[in-house]
């Protein structure tokens, strides 16, 4: 069965603090799809990044950089040098190739990330 | 280029009523998909729609429903609300199916049932 763990419900820093989200999976798949997802105030989820089982590489976007280790299964998110408009509820999610072809976005219960000035 | 527009944003339905959710993607996305969101489970797949056809539903009871037409909009409707139906449903949209694609995001259609 498919699972994705966020253990960090909450997390309050100060601007400009880098702050590392943390992603855990569980899939049986060999083939599978790993997203972020950003959910601002106003509610929609804004598609941050996708990797693939078969690409270890990190990633690196501005002041935003994911880490994913298959060893672990671990996707981690780093935001460096926190902004306050990064202040949103964070979801990792995962979908896995085998699910009949279609999609299916497993999520995470998310991380609240306050970013106070 | 327009993004996913969901109809109504917020509603208020009693018990026992029926409701219909509406769901308009980007322009050229033949895959809707739709989500529910509540503080107690989080985020969950209800069901996803390609080319009017529905490809995957998710662990709902069968008062839960959709379709697609042919212009890629949706639709999604729930009979018989129960108090926990109340949640932000969320429709999204790509341009594919496939479990790599994707999903571009509405901002959510808000139900409170009472």
């Known amino acids: 069965a498919q699972k994705v763990t966020q253990a960090q419900t909450e997390i309050s820093v100060v601007e400009k603090e880098d702050v590392t989200l943390d992603c855990v999976y569980e899939t049986r798949d060999t083939t599978y799809y790993l997203f972020w997802y950003k959910q601002p105030p106003s509610g929609e989820l804004v598609f941050l990044i996708r990797r693939n089982s078969f690409d270890e590489q990190n990633e690196i976007s501005g002041r935003y950089s994911w880490n994913f280790q298959k060893s672990t299964s671990s996707f981690n998110f780093t935001i460096t040098a926190s902004q306050v408009v990064d202040s949103a509820v964070y979801f990792c999610a995962l979908s896995e190739a085998s699910g009949q072809g279609a999609q299916k976005l497993v999520f995470g219960q998310g991380t609240r990330l306050t970013i106070n000035p | 280029k327009a993004g996913v527009t969901q109809t109504p944003r917020y509603l208020i339905k009693t018990r026992g009523q029926q409701v219909t959710l509406s769901c308009s993607p980007i322009?050229?996305?033949?895959?809707v998909s739709w989500y529910q969101q509540t503080p107690g489970q989080g985020l969950q797949f209800l069901f996803e729609?390609?080319?009017?056809?529905?490809?995957n539903k998710g662990n709902f009871p069968g008062r839960f429903s959709g379709r697609q037409f042919s212009n890629s909009r949706s639709e999604m409707n729930v009979s018989t609300l129960e108090l926990g139906d109340s949640a932000l449903y969320l429709c999204?949209?790509?341009?594919?199916?496939?479990?790599?694609?994707?999903?571009?995001f509405g901002n959510g259609t808000r139900l409170t049932v009472t």
């Open positions: 322009s050229g996305h033949r895959s």
């Open positions: 999204a949209s790509s341009f594919r199916t496939g479990a790599g694609s994707p999903l571009h």
């Open positions: 729609y390609f080319s009017e056809t529905q490809r």
